[in-house]
């Protein structure tokens, strides 16, 4: 329980850090680790389907956002400054809270159980109920279908929608041919 609450507080620093931070490329990191958090709690209580989708939506968002940050900021020579002394002390601290981050990435994903052993109830009922109540051969096609079809529904709208607002996003406005 004590990483929900640790992820929860780094899902808060890092949204601090994207709306107050001047850089476009690092609030698009710092929002990016808020979702990855995201993505890692629904692991934690035992949610994969969520965390798979919003990892998805999470690696396209921020695939399309840097897109759109390289394509709108202008890159000049003095890159090479930014790397000057005064930056180390941000990159010391960069590396120590991915270095963090990905430690509890690591232990999170320890704590899953075993391939084919089921650990709560409902998922036992599935496996038990599956082939007698749905008729299907296939297990995980049944429960996304039949018993949770109302999830999956939910599920597919989200990524609809995202793709939608994303899609509205990048067009540009008033575009003729």
């Given at each position: 329980m004590i990483e929900l609450y640790l992820?929860?507080?780094i899902m808060l620093i890092a949204a601090v850090i994207a709306t107050e931070i001047k850089d476009l490329l690092a609030a698009v990191i710092s929002l990016g680790a808020v979702g990855f958090s995201v993505a890692i709690m629904f692991i934690l209580v035992?949610?994969?389907d969520l965390a798979i989708v919003q990892?998805?939506?999470e690696i396209l968002t921020i695939v399309i956002f840097v897109a759109v940050v390289f394509r709108t900021t202008h890159i000049d020579e003095t890159i090479g400054k930014r790397f000057a002394s005064t930056h180390i002390l941000s990159m010391v601290l960069f590396s120590l809270f991915?270095?963090?981050f990905l430690a509890a990435v690591v232990q999170s994903l320890r704590e899953l159980p075993r391939f084919g052993y089921a650990t709560m109830r409902v998922a036992s009922e599935y496996i038990r109920l599956g082939l007698s109540e749905c008729g299907g051969a296939n297990i995980v096609a049944d429960v996304i279908l039949d018993f949770r079809?109302?999830?999956t529904l939910g599920e597919a709208t989200v990524l609809f929608t995202s793709v939608i607002g994303v899609l509205a996003?990048?067009?540009k406005i008033g575009r003729k041919r």
């Amino acid at each position: 329980m004590i990483e929900l609450y640790l992820f929860l507080f780094i899902m808060l620093i890092a949204a601090v850090i994207a709306t107050e931070i001047k850089d476009l490329l690092a609030a698009v990191i710092s929002l990016g680790a808020v979702g990855f958090s995201v993505a890692i709690m629904f692991i934690l209580v035992q949610a994969p389907d969520l965390a798979i989708v919003q990892i998805v939506v999470e690696i396209l968002t921020i695939v399309i956002f840097v897109a759109v940050v390289f394509r709108t900021t202008h890159i000049d020579e003095t890159i090479g400054k930014r790397f000057a002394s005064t930056h180390i002390l941000s990159m010391v601290l960069f590396s120590l809270f991915a270095f963090l981050f990905l430690a509890a990435v690591v232990q999170s994903l320890r704590e899953l159980p075993r391939f084919g052993y089921a650990t709560m109830r409902v998922a036992s009922e599935y496996i038990r109920l599956g082939l007698s109540e749905c008729g299907g051969a296939n297990i995980v096609a049944d429960v996304i279908l039949d018993f949770r079809a109302l999830d999956t529904l939910g599920e597919a709208t989200v990524l609809f929608t995202s793709v939608i607002g994303v899609l509205a996003l990048m067009r540009k406005i008033g575009r003729k041919r």
